[in-house]
Nanobody
Framework: QVQVVESGGGLVQAGGSLTLSCAAS????????MGWYRQAPGKQRELVAA???????NYADSVKGRFTISRDNAKSTVYLQMNSLKPEDTAVYYC??????????WGQGTQVTVSS
């Protein structure tokens, strides 16, 4: 079974940038949905950005204009470019991949901490 692993998290000052990567152990061609979620302490996991085959991209209102999701099928990788980071972006970020047949795969998460 394909696994996904996130990387690129870290500590950054407010206003800074980070790029998260979600690398799959196999082809992501069969995954029509690739998304980034985040979960802050004491809060529910929320969808941050997603890219859906044949549909396009969508973003949470809180990150529109600052975050960009992209996928590279040749590298089996999905990226989340995060600019103008705010302290409220601090969370564990998770990658999720889904197929049209209902298979859903989660990564282990990567911590993003934005200091004020």
């Amino acid at each position: 079974q394909v696994q996904v692993v996130e990387s690129g998290g870290g500590l950054v000052q407010a206003g800074g940038s980070l790029t998260l990567s979600c690398a799959a152990s196999g082809s992501i061609f069969g995954f029509n949905f690739m998304g980034w979620y985040r979960q802050a302490p004491g809060k529910q996991r929320e969808l941050v950005a997603a890219i859906t085959s044949g549909v396009g991209t969508n973003y949470a209102d809180s990150v529109k204009g600052r975050f960009t999701i992209s996928r590279d099928n040749a590298k089996s990788t999905v990226y989340l470019q995060m600019n103008s980071l705010k302290p409220e972006d601090t969370a564990v970020y998770y990658c999720n991949a889904q197929t049209v047949w209902g298979v859903s795969i989660w990564g282990q998460g990567t911590q993003v901490t934005v200091s004020s």
